[in-house]
């Protein structure tokens, strides 16, 4: 599953390198700007930044999934480091994959395409749904697993204490 993740991971930074050259409105030929920073600046803006955090997020992921798939794997990381690598790394993937579809829904407002706006606004809902039920459904064992170590690693020290008191 690591694998496939990365893979996933690199994809979207790929993409998402490749929209920060080619930002919707194309450039003006004789200076080289975008020909729309001087009527949408605010909306240019946000798109950039979208993929921006896109491209930073899926490069966290990336590298979070390689020190998983580089580690040692001694039984001690088993208990906490693993699993938190893993969280950390699917909680960034998640990130970058929402920006990803509000930075597509922002180059649809870009491009003043009215009848493409609604259902813009339509994907980005969707999307976010079946997004947000797949990061449950693939961290959710992953989380509880931590809340449970992390409950029962502080239980014993607390006994470990009160073992010292008594």
């Known amino acids: 599953m690591n694998n496939s993740l990365m893979v996933v991971s690199v994809l979207i930074g ?8 080619t930002i919707p409105g194309a450039f003006d030929g004789k200076t080289g700007l975008p020909v729309l920073r001087h009527t ?12 921006t955090m896109t491209l930073i997020c899926s490069l966290f992921a990336l590298i979070m ?4 798939q580089l580690s040692r794997f001694r ?5 906490v480091a693993l699993p938190l690598r893993f969280f950390f790394a699917m909680l960034a993937l998640f990130i970058s994959l929402i920006s990803t579809v509000l930075a597509c829904s922002q180059a649809c407002v870009l491009e003043a395409m009215t009848g493409v706006q609604v ?22 064992l992953t989380v509880t697993y931590i809340c449970f170590a992390a409950r029962w690693s502080l239980y014993y020290k607390g006994q470990e204490s009160l073992d010292l008191i008594f």
Request: no cysteine; proline share 0%.
């Open 75 to 79: 039984s001690n990381d088993f208990y």
């Open 119 to 140: 259902m813009a606004w339509s994907t980005l809902l969707s999307s976010g749904v079946v997004l947000g039920l797949i990061f449950v459904d693939t961290v959710y």
């Open 65 to 68: 999934m390689l020190s998983v």
């Open 40 to 51: 949408n600046e605010h909306e240019l803006n946000i798109f950039n930044s979208y993929v």
């Open 14 to 21: 790929t993409v998402n390198y490749t929209a920060l050259f």
